[in-house]
């Protein structure tokens, strides 16, 4: 099989930041595409009854201590933004939009939304913000402020977290499906690496 | 630095359980001792506001899954125990007594008693069959089944849960603490390998 790993994420989500970097060299390694979904992680936390991990009591402090110390151990540029976490509907919305058009260049702009926020500190909720990093890579910025605005997209985004949500029983970010194989978590890229590499066990 | 690694664990948890296998030739090749400390994963989810894994609509199922496949990943004998989760007071109160008097005692029931759970699906709860482990380890069968009624044993074991809980910061299992490092899940354990090698980062 040669499907593509599809990659679910959250802008907001420091997991899933780490997990776009980890998934290419192994993406790569097996001749696999990847193909970003963004989502709101909030609209399974609903259903789930969980909430941002900085948000928990002690897991809160362990978590701003682990994002940290899992980015370095694997050599990814990370600065935990001060305001956390964000409602990231405008770049999500946008993502959608673009990728109808482009779909080199909506990975392009995805990794620049995560790179405005987790390495520059940019508030990646405010659409004026997001619409420069539309235009950095070449789509463009009234195009994409109408765009994150318009009726349908708004629609199409909501339906397309609801199908990732409760028909992919996507619970958390990031959260990758290859080969009809299921896995959650920064942590277990290396599983999904060895599946690819053995055919599974 | 040669400290030992504090293992924290549950006996009803899953992951701890593949914890206790993982670290285990992590400390051999670092000439770590692990100190195994069980405790009840229930009192810090009472404060966390978190649930047994297995109860979160589709995080529940998604464990399930993982919990097999990761024992398979990792070839640890692993079989879902029907009744999950267990309270599992009788084992972790017997843990403390027998531990004062055998340090590596302790450890061969501990091992038995997950190997009992979640190899054998014997119910950990009763505190006869516990007993029947205890004996199997050569710790007398009525002196553990009088310690874990032991007001002294009952209330040492709770103080040693909070002190973990509260003190320590331990909100999940298994949880690792070695040179004030802090390690939670079964997939940190190659971090902390790598800790432990370099020095840190």
Do not use: I, N, V
């Given at each position: 099989m040669s499907g593509p790993i599809d990659f679910y994420f959250d802008f907001s989500s420091p997991y899933a930041y780490l997990g776009s970097h980890l998934i290419e060299p192994v993406a790569k390694k097996h001749g696999r595409e990847v193909n970003w979904h963004p989502f709101m992680l909030g609209v399974a936390m609903k259903g789930e009854?969980?909430?941002?991990?900085?948000?928990?009591?002690?897991?809160?402090?362990?978590?701003?201590?682990?994002?940290?110390?899992?980015?370095?151990?694997?050599n990814i540029p990370f600065i935990m933004p001060d305001d956390f976490p964000k409602v990231t509907l405008a770049a999500s919305r946008g993502f959608l939009w673009i990728s109808k058009n482009d779909r080199a260049q909506v990975i392009e702009f995805a990794r620049a939304v995560y790179a405005a926020y987790f390495v520059e500190g940019k508030d990646i909720s405010d659409p004026e913000i997001v619409a420069d990093i539309a235009a950095g890579v070449g789509a463009g910025r009234s195009a994409f402020l109408a765009a994150i605005q318009d009726p349908e997209v708004k629609e199409a985004f909501k339906k397309s977290v609801e199908e990732i949500v409760f028909d992919r029983k996507v619970f958390g970010a990031p959260f990758f499906i290859v080969d009809g194989q299921s896995f959650w978590g920064a942590d277990r890229v290396a599983q999904l690496d060895e599946w690819l590499t053995t055919g599974g066990w």
């Open positions: 009854k969980t909430f941002p991990l900085t948000e928990y009591p002690l897991k809160g402090d362990y978590s701003r201590m682990d994002f940290d110390r899992t980015a370095r151990y694997h």
